[in-house]
């Protein structure tokens, strides 16, 4: 059974330009949730999606957004990008989200920097 | 948003067990309470999860206590594969997974 695919997983960008993240689930996963990752705030939670739902959203101002397609894929897009975004961005997917049911396996992750 | 707090780091000798402890005092009454792990250059990994009774799995055992407001993950026999950053969050209903920071875990040889 294949696991979490994020592409890609290195990219480098400069200040003002927007980043497009991609993450394919577990087959059958139909939640995906992305987190970013900084040395100093640890894991923080940035959105999940279920069947192409938003259901809940993290405190990341509107330059942060996404969206799951049908096929439970998700894309996050990072528009007018700052020195602060430099981060591992990963996401998980799980059957579901519930607190019984909420086994989130983690891909691998994209790092982006931004010069 | 329930809240958890851990230690920032601690340290084991190898072979020897680990119990690493999280506060959870605002713990609602239908939150699990999980644990994820995340080894160097990795996305984390799920560990172990329950709600009130204590719970074992092939990697480790939770125990939780009678007022829920805190848990323990532990280790039998730590190993150097074990070093990692052990992440304690709390889930219930369809809500945001909040991870904070997490105990880095130090496995001596």
């Known amino acids: 059974k294949a696991g979490v695919t994020q592409t890609p997983r290195y990219l480098i960008k400069t200040r003002g330009q927007q980043v497009t993240l991609s993450c394919s689930p577990i087959s059958g996963h139909r939640s995906v949730s992305w987190y970013q990752q900084t040395p100093g705030q640890g894991l923080q939670f940035l959105f999940e999606y279920f069947s192409e739902t938003q259901r809940n959203k993290g405190n990341f101002p509107g330059r942060f957004s996404g969206r799951q397609f049908s096929n439970s894929r998700s894309e996050m897009n990072v528009s007018t990008l700052e020195l602060g975004d430099s981060a591992l961005y990963l996401c998980?997917?799980?059957?579901?989200?519930?607190?019984?049911?909420?086994?989130?396996?983690f891909g691998e992750g994209s790092r982006l920097t931004v010069l | 948003d329930a809240k958890t707090t851990q230690p920032n780091s601690m340290e084991s000798n190898e072979e020897e067990p680990v119990h690493l402890p999280c506060n959870h005092s605002?713990?609602?009454?239908?939150?699990?309470i999980h644990w994820y792990r995340q080894l160097p250059s990795q996305g984390p990994e799920y560990v172990i999860h329950g709600l009130t009774s204590n719970v074992n799995n092939r990697m480790a055992s939770l125990a939780i206590a009678e007022d829920r407001k805190s848990s323990t993950l532990i280790l039998h026999r730590a190993t150097l594969r074990d070093a990692a950053v052990y992440y304690c969050?709390?889930?219930?209903?369809?809500?945001?997974?909040?991870f904070g920071t997490g105990t880095k875990l130090q496995v001596i040889p």
């Open positions: 998980a997917s799980s059957l579901e989200s519930t607190g019984d049911t909420l086994e989130l396996f």
């Open positions: 605002t713990i609602s009454g239908t939150d699990y």
């Open positions: 969050i709390l889930a219930g209903g369809y809500q945001k997974v909040t």
